[in-house]
Every structure is written in structure tokens, then in C-alpha cells.
């Protein structure tokens, strides 16, 4: 049965730019809210009650959007199956002004603070019980505009290319929960050209419990766009390997054990690459500011890569890097070695331990409000772009932490954030 519509509904919604309708999400879909046409996949609003089963499954990512709308104007499925891009994000303006359109005029403000009051799916509220907070409004859509041009989408699930393992090495000291492995794979002659922060989609082998082939898992690049190895046509991830499910109880997760078990020589099912936003500046002089736990580092060493390549070439003018990475104890935290020998004068580390016996927990949110002077300054400069990537846990506070570092500095985070949003410098990526 369907819920009933809320005044202020989160809508969920499909980006039909990145879809590769590979039909996963409504194969998954647990209420058939899922339908599609020849031109588009999409969420039909009063079925989808916000299970995420479908989030982890689509090897793209397009199904992780979401809009604030009164319930009353949802996008109806007849609209959606006529996009071709996601509509903007509504202003707090535009939503309170279409409320008390609803509700027959009034004081749009007080209309929006009551319906957000009384609705359940707003979105968190800010710890300072000041404003309603979504994170996810601040994600650009775009990439830098220095950025190169990615290739996407050249192989989909009805015609996978083949990669061959070429390395697997364990990058972490941890106990089974978080072991994570970085994982080498070969194209051969076939060509797959990437850039640092796409991801790919990895098909298992075999069949799921329903006897359907198994669908692909999405995993970031690891590696500089000139190959692990340079000038290789191969590329690295970091995968974690899943033992347990987000509420503790063991479950055997059926890509990411089939890659950290994978062999040298196996041959892999690849499809993608994927992902036309989370890119790099190239231009000189542009600064990273880069911010993540656990495999969340994947697309980040491979920025860092890139420009130490570039640097030991000559060929960078400079630029600063700056990491905030987040793990639960350092044996957990990936490419721990290999991480703390770069020079410091290349790339400025703050680690988060959340549970290191003896010690305070910190995030890396704490990092980030320690580092509010430098952050500051990087904020104000049109040359930085913020890269967060990791749990979808972390994305609030780390947005939530740059807001506040804008604004104890007198700089409006409206006006900034939506800079950062719009010139293609702030990019989340969570999972
Ligand atoms: C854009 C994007 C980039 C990603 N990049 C990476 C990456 O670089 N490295 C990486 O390891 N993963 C990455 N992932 C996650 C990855 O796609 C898989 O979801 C993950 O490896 C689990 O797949 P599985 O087949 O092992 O588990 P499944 O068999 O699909 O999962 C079984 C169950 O495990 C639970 N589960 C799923 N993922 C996790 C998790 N991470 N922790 C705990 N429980 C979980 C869920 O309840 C799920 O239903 C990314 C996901 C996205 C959307
Ligand atoms: S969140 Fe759940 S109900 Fe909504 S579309 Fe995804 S799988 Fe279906
Ligand atoms: S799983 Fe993702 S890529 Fe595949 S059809 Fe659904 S939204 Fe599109």
C-alpha cells in the first residue's frame, strides 16, 4: 500500500544523463517502484518508501538524487520519462513560495517551518537545531571547468570488456572487517581510458539467489590516468572486502570478496568507466582539497598520483594538496605507508582515528575545524575544489564543518556554497 504523500517530500530520482538503463533498480526493487520507457528509468514518488536497496546495486550512481518538493508536486512519472536532465534543486524560496501557493497564501516562511516540522523525510537537522541541513543540495553536477574530457559509458552490461588481474595486495593491517585490498587489472588491446575519480562496474560471476547473473558493483579508480604503471593500460581499485552488513550481522558481499579473493591471470567483467563530474583541475596552481575514509580514498590517491607524476616531470606549476582522511584505527586505514612518505611539501595529511584504544575519537570533520585558517583561505580561492568520498555518513558533518568554517570567517555559505556547487568545486561522492 502506498504512504501518504508529505507536505515537504525528499524526492527520489534517477539522473538520466548517467543512467545506462541496465534495469537493475527495478529488478531490485522491493514495492515495483522502479518503471521505465525506451528513453528513461524512473521512481514512481508515492510507491518509493526510501528502503536504499536500490543505492548500492546501480553501477552509476544516477540513482542516488534526490529533490525537495512539496509532496503535492511530486514529478509524476509521466514528467520524468520526458527528461533529460534532473531539474535544480529547488530554493528555499521557490519550495516555501509553492507551499503557500498550496495552502492558499499566507507567510511562506512560517508555512515552510511548519510543514518541515511535521514532515519525516526533510533532512537532518543541524546539530546546532538551527536550519534544516542537506548536504546533498551542495554537490556539483558538473566538473571543474579545467577538467579533461572523460569518456564514459563505453561498455555497458549487455557487452562487458574483459580485464585481467595483474596485482592483489592487501593494503591494510586489519582483522577481516575492514580488510581492504588494492587490486591491479590489465585491458590488454582493448582500449578503456579513464581520468581520476570515475569509477567502473564489476560483474561477478554466477547467479544471485533468484538464479538472475549477478549485477555489477561500482568501484572508484585508484590509479593516475596514465595507468598504475605508467604508460600501462591498466588501472588499480581498493576494495573492501564486505562481511558484514550496515547493522552488524555477517553476510558474505558477493563482488568485493570475489575481487580481494581474485587471482593473478583471472579475467574480470568490466563495464563502465563511469562518471563525467568528479574530476580534477588541470589548470596550474589549482589547489585539492581532499577529504574521505576508508576506500573513500580510491579516487584520491589517484589525484595525488597524478600530480606527483606531474611534479617529479616538471611539468606542474604547483598547486596545494590537502588531505583529510578517516579511519578507525591506523592498522584500518588504507595505503598507510605509502601515504605518510610523501613529502610534506606536496601534500599536507591530517589522519582521524575514530577508535584508537586510549585516545579521543575524532572525525574528520574535527581535522577540518582544527585546520579552519588554512581551510579559509582555500575557500576564498576560486583555484580550490573539495573532494569528499567515503561513507554516506560522513557527507553531512563534512559539509556541515565547511559551512561553519565559511561562516565563522564572515563568508556566506549560501553564496559560497553555491559557487562551489556551481563552478563544478565541491564533489560528493558517498556510498
Ligand atoms: C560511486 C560508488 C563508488 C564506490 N567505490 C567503492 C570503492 O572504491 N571501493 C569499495 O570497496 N566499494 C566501493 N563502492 C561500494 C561497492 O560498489 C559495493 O557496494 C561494495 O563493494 C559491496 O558490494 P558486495 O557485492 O561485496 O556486497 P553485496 O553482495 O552487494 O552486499 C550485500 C549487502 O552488504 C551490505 N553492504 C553493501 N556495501 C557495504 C559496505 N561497504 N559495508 C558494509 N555493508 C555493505 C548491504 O546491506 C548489501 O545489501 C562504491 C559504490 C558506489 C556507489
Ligand atoms: S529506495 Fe527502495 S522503494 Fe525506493 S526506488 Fe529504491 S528500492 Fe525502490
Ligand atoms: S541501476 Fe542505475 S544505471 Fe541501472 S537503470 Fe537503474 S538508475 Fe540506471
Known amino acids: 500500500m502506498n504512504a501518504p504523500m508529505p507536505a515537504v517530500l525528499r524526492q527520489h530520482l534517477i539522473d538520466p544523463e548517467i543512467c545506462i538503463r541496465c534495469n537493475t533498480c527495478e529488478a531490485t526493487c522491493p514495492v515495483a517502484a522502479i518503471t521505465h520507457d525506451d528513453r528513461n528509468y524512473v521512481i514512481e514518488a508515492s510507491k518509493c518508501n526510501f528502503c536504499m536497496a ?34 535544480p534543486e529547488l530554493s528555499a524560496e521557490q519550495l516555501a513560495a509553492q507551499l503557500a501557493e498550496l495552502a492558499g497564501g499566507g507567510d511562506a516562511a512560517a508555512v515552510v517551518d511548519a510543514v518541515a516540522a511535521a514532515t519525516p523525510e526533510t533532512p537532518a537537522t543541524d546539530p ?33 570488456t574483459m580485464a585481467t588481474v595483474v596485482g592483489n595486495v592487501k593494503v591494510n593491517e586489519a582483522g577481516t572487517e575492514n580488510e581492504t585490498h588494492h587490486i591491479v587489472l590489465d585491458f590488454g588491446s582493448m582500449p578503456f581510458p579513464v581520468l581520476e575519480g570515475q569509477s567502473i562496474g564489476v560483474i561477478p560471476p554466477g547467479v544471485d539467489a533468484q538464479g538472475k547473473p549477478h549485477h555489477a558493483r561500482q568501484y572508484s579508480i585508484a590509479s593516475p590516468r596514465n595507468g598504475e604503471r605508467p604508460g600501462y593500460n591498466n588501472l588499480s581499485l581498493t576494495v573492501k572486502r564486505v562481511v558484514n552488513d550496515p547493522q552488524g550481522r555477517p553476510i558474505h558481499g558477493v563482488a568485493s570478496n570475489y575481487l580481494c579473493d581474485a587471482a593473478v591471470g583471472d579475467k574480470v567483467q568490466v563495464i563502465g568507466p563511469f562518471g563525467a563530474s568528479f574530476l580534477m583541475p588541470n589548470h596550474p596552481k589549482s589547489h585539492l582539497v581532499m577529504i574521505c575514509t576508508g576506500t573513500g580514498s580510491a579516487p584520491m590517491r589517484a589525484m595525488t598520483e597524478w600530480r606527483r607524476r606531474l611534479r617529479q616531470s616538471g611539468k606542474f606549476e604547483g598547486g596545494k594538496l590537502m588531505l ?57 580561492d576560486p583555484n580550490t575544489c573539495f573532494y569528499v568520498c567515503g561513507l554516506k555518513a560522513m557527507e553531512e558533518g563534512v559539509v556541515l564543518a565547511l559551512r561553519d568554517i565559511a ?18 568545486r565541491l564533489h560528493l561522492e558517498t556510498y
Not at 546501480?58 to 520526458?82: F, H, M
Not at 592498522?331 to 601515504?339: D, H, N, R, T, V
Not at 561562516?407 to 563544478?424: F, I, M
Open 54 to 87: 536500490c543505492i548500492s546495486p546501480c553501477p552509476t550512481g544516477s540513482i542516488d538524487n534526490w529533490r525537495q518538493v512539496p509532496g503535492a508536486k511530486a514529478y509524476t512519472v509521466e514528467e520524468q520519462l520526458l527528461w533529460d536532465e534532473l531539474p
Open 407 to 424: 561562516q565563522n570567517a564572515g563568508l556566506n555559505w549560501e553564496t559560497l556554497g553555491a559557487t562551489l556547487k556551481n563552478e563544478g
Open 128 to 160: 546546532t537545531g538551527e536550519a534544516a541541513f542537506n548536504s546533498a543540495q551542495w554537490g556539483a553536477q558538473v566538473p571543474p571547468w579545467s577538467a579533461a574530457h572523460p569518456y564514459t559509458k563505453l561498455y555497458g552490461p549487455k557487452a562487458p
Open 324 to 380: 583529510f582522511f578517516g579511519a578507525r584505527t591506523q592498522a584500518e586505514l588504507p595505503y598507510f605507508g605509502p601515504l605518510t612518505s610523501l613529502p610534506k611539501d606536496f601534500i599536507d595529511i591530517n589522519l582521524a582515528f575514530s577508535r584508537t584504544p586510549g585516545a579521543p575519537r575524532r572525525y574528520v570533520q574535527d581535522l577540518m575545524r582544527e585546520r579552519a585558517a588554512d581551510l579559509v583561505a582555500l575557500l576564498k
